[in-house]
Every structure is written in structure tokens, then in C-alpha cells.
């Protein structure tokens, strides 16, 4: 049996897709939005036996990863699997060391999808680093005062960058940012600017199983319940659950891992932002 480890080159979609679908078991709409918006040949490690690929990894240019006014190129490796039948053989880990090793002229990134996956990745050289509040809310149906307003990719990159201003985060690239615009659009949801309290707030949400999930919502600490509450209601949704840059006092959980290993110490805790292997 041959096995090739390489780069994917045009004419692999219908091959990685398959594979994404054995491996994820996400719905030929959520896999197509994927490959039409930020893949590109040459942008997945594959590793195939007999001409079939098995295993792959997907490096993706994330944006720029901001720390102290600097801004430095970072890409994120995602939807890194081999098939079922497959597994236990080294091909994954094959796969994930070429991509690793194609990001490392800079900052790379992953979003572990459980628990388990940050000892995983912790043993190819990334590093716990950007952490995430999460909160579930109920409307009661109090009176909000307030506006939100659907916008642009690239006005909720102007908006979130001016509100992420201070912190150690990822600048997205827009590319990906058009990605999850796509995502919360197709759910019925969408990229908001929201004012509540005299506070400027973004948040990109999404509707999943009849309730607002608010995958980023960027807003100041005392008016974040009434942000996230006037944004599910403009999906009318009663029910949420949000995710946050952590404040002081927040209970917070490791989000995402990088390749550096002393960013993770930052005060307040790195941002990352949506997570291109969430668990849906």
C-alpha cells in the first residue's frame, strides 16, 4: 500500500470533503460553505493511501495575532481527522506535525473541540493561551432600552478591533470573518452592533436548536446581559447562551492554544473569537 504525505492541490475536494463528512458528520451545506469561503488548494496537509486520502489538516490564514500595538501573522490549523476505520496508525499525527511545521514561520493556532484535545495538541508544541467566559441567559421579558443594527463583515472588523483595543487577541482575516458571517446568516442569525447603556457592543449570533447562541460578544461587563439579551431577541430567541472575553472575576475556560508559549500569561486573558471546530 503507497501512502504519500502532501499538500492538497486542485482536484482533492471531492476527496476531502468526504473524508470532513466521515470524520465530522456535519451536513453537505455546512461542508460546501466551508470549501467555497476560505479553502484554497494547498491549504490542507493530506496524507493518502492508494490515492485515497485518509487524513488531513486545514492551515488557514487566521489574521494577526495583537499583543502590546504589535501585529503579528498567525494562521490556525482546523478540522484536522483521519477516518474511523483508520485511526491509532500515525497518519494524524503525521498530518498535524506537516501543518504545524508549514504555520511556523509565525504564530499558529488551534481551537481544541473537547477537553481531551488540549493535552492532545499540548503535545505538538502548543500552548494553553486565550481563555473564554460563557454564561446561559433567559429573557424575562423586562423592558431593554437599546438598538441592533445588522453589519458588514468589515464593519464589525472596524467595530471589534476598536473594542478589543488593549488586549492580546486575533485580528481575523477577513476571509474567515466572511465565514462566520455565512454561518449565523444561514442559521437565521447575523453580525450585530448593538448600543445598550450608552456602550458600543458587537456580537456575532447564530440560531441553534431555537435558541441564540452568541459565539462572540464583545461588550463592557455591566451592560454584556442586556447586549446579549437585545441581540437574541433580534433573532427572536428567549433563551442564549453567550461566550465573552473574560473580565476580572469571571469564570473563565482555556478556548484556544498557540505556539508561543508565554502569551497565555497576559492580564486581562487573551481573546481568540469564534472557534472553527466547535462542537455544534
Given at each position: 500500500?503507497?501512502?504519500?504525505?502532501?499538500?492538497?492541490?486542485?482536484?482533492?475536494?471531492?476527496?476531502?470533503?468526504?473524508?470532513?463528512?466521515?470524520?465530522?458528520?456535519?451536513?453537505?451545506?455546512?461542508?460546501?460553505?466551508?470549501?467555497?469561503?476560505?479553502?484554497?488548494?494547498?491549504?490542507?496537509?493530506?496524507?493518502?493511501?492508494?490515492?485515497?486520502?485518509?487524513?488531513?489538516?486545514?492551515?488557514?490564514?487566521?489574521?494577526?495575532?495583537?499583543?502590546?500595538?504589535?501585529?503579528?501573522?498567525?494562521?490556525?490549523?482546523?478540522?484536522?481527522?483521519?477516518?474511523?476505520?483508520?485511526?491509532?496508525?500515525?497518519?494524524?499525527?503525521?498530518?498535524?506535525?506537516?501543518?504545524?511545521?508549514?504555520?511556523?514561520?509565525?504564530?499558529?493556532?488551534?481551537?481544541?473541540?473537547?477537553?481531551?484535545?488540549?493535552?492532545?495538541?499540548?503535545?505538538?508544541?502548543?500552548?494553553?493561551?486565550?481563555?473564554?467566559?460563557?454564561?446561559?441567559?433567559?429573557?424575562?421579558?423586562?423592558?431593554?432600552?437599546?438598538?441592533?443594527?445588522?453589519?458588514?463583515?468589515?464593519?464589525?472588523?472596524?467595530?471589534?478591533?476598536?473594542?478589543?483595543?488593549?488586549?492580546?487577541?486575533?485580528?481575523?482575516?477577513?476571509?474567515?470573518?466572511?465565514?462566520?458571517?455565512a454561518i449565523c446568516r444561514a442559521s437565521g442569525g447575523g453580525l450585530y452592533y448593538i448600543?445598550?447603556?450608552?456602550?458600543?457592543?458587537?456580537?456575532?449570533?447564530?440560531?441553534?436548536?431555537?435558541?441564540?447562541?452568541?459565539?462572540?460578544?464583545?461588550?463592557?461587563?455591566?451592560?454584556?446581559?442586556?447586549?446579549?439579551?437585545?441581540a437574541a431577541r433580534c433573532v427572536r430567541c428567549r433563551s442564549l447562551t453567550l461566550r465573552?472575553?473574560?473580565?476580572?472575576?469571571?469564570?473563565?475556560?482555556?478556548?484556544?492554544?498557540?505556539?508561543?508559549?508565554?502569551?497565555?500569561?497576559?492580564?486581562?486573558?487573551?481573546?481568540?473569537?469564534?472557534?472553527?471546530?466547535e462542537q455544534k
Amino acid at each position: 500500500m503507497s501512502e504519500e504525505l502532501r499538500f492538497s492541490v486542485p482536484g482533492d475536494e471531492e476527496q476531502l470533503k468526504a473524508l470532513w463528512k466521515a470524520v465530522f458528520g456535519d451536513t453537505d451545506e455546512y461542508i460546501d460553505r466551508f470549501f467555497k469561503t476560505v479553502y484554497t488548494p494547498g491549504t490542507a496537509a493530506v496524507l493518502s493511501l492508494d490515492g485515497q486520502i485518509v487524513s488531513a489538516a486545514y492551515i488557514l490564514k487566521a489574521g494577526d495575532f495583537v499583543r502590546d500595538g504589535r501585529w503579528s501573522p498567525c494562521r490556525v490549523i482546523c478540522a484536522h481527522g483521519t477516518r474511523p476505520d483508520l485511526r491509532r496508525r500515525g497518519y494524524g499525527r503525521r498530518v498535524l506535525e506537516a501543518a504545524r511545521d508549514a504555520a511556523a514561520s509565525g504564530f499558529c493556532a488551534v481551537c481544541p473541540g473537547t477537553e481531551p484535545l488540549f493535552g492532545y495538541f499540548g503535545r505538538f508544541g502548543f500552548h494553553d493561551c486565550f481563555a473564554a467566559a460563557e454564561e446561559r441567559l433567559t429573557d424575562a421579558g423586562l423592558p431593554l432600552a437599546g438598538s441592533v443594527t445588522r453589519v458588514t463583515v468589515r464593519g464589525y472588523a472596524a467595530l471589534r478591533e476598536e473594542l478589543l483595543h488593549g488586549r492580546t487577541h486575533i485580528d481575523f482575516d477577513v476571509k474567515l470573518l466572511e465565514y462566520l458571517d455565512a454561518i449565523c446568516r444561514a442559521s437565521g442569525g447575523g453580525l450585530y452592533y448593538i448600543v445598550t447603556g450608552g456602550a458600543r457592543c458587537c456580537a456575532a449570533v447564530e440560531v441553534r436548536d431555537g435558541a441564540a447562541f452568541l459565539s462572540e460578544l464583545i461588550a463592557p461587563a455591566e451592560v454584556r446581559s442586556d447586549a446579549a439579551l437585545l441581540a437574541a431577541r433580534c433573532v427572536r430567541c428567549r433563551s442564549l447562551t453567550l461566550r465573552t472575553p473574560p473580565r476580572e472575576g469571571d469564570r473563565s475556560r482555556p478556548f484556544a492554544m498557540l505556539s508561543s508559549p508565554d502569551a497565555g500569561s497576559d492580564s486581562p486573558l487573551p481573546w481568540f473569537g469564534f472557534s472553527l471546530d466547535e462542537q455544534k
